[in-house]
């Protein structure tokens, strides 16, 4: 469910749909960083997972970030940046609140 749910917020195998959240969360983090979208960050993470169908395997998953895996890595690597906690609409957050079905911190 949670590759679906990557697709249905508009990260494709063809790219980023045009009106999706994808859309809208790649203009947002493009306006916050000066016009660029940042590798690693949360909209390149988002349309990596889309294009390949990994997001489940990589350890975002219905039920939360799996021990061990890509995410709980990122995770990790993300609060130690920010002091032990893992900041909201970060890469992290993003990516897990998508894969359940959320959006991403976005209203």
Do not use: W
Request: charged share 15%; net charge positive.
């Amino acid at each position: 469910m949670s590759d679906q749910n990557v697709h249905n917020a508009g990260f494709t195998p063809s790219g980023i749909r045009a009106g999706s959240l994808a859309s809208s969360i790649m203009s947002n983090e493009a306006k916050a960083s000066g016009g660029g979208v940042r590798s690693g960050g949360p909209t390149s993470a988002l349309q990596e997972m889309g294009a390949k169908g990994t997001t489940h395997s990589s350890g975002y998953t219905s039920s939360g970030i799996s021990g061990g895996s890509r995410a709980s890595s990122t995770m990790s690597k993300e609060a130690s940046c920010h002091g032990g906690g893992v900041p909201r609409g970060g890469t992290t957050s993003t990516v897990q609140s998508i894969s359940m079905g959320g959006k991403g911190g976005r209203r």
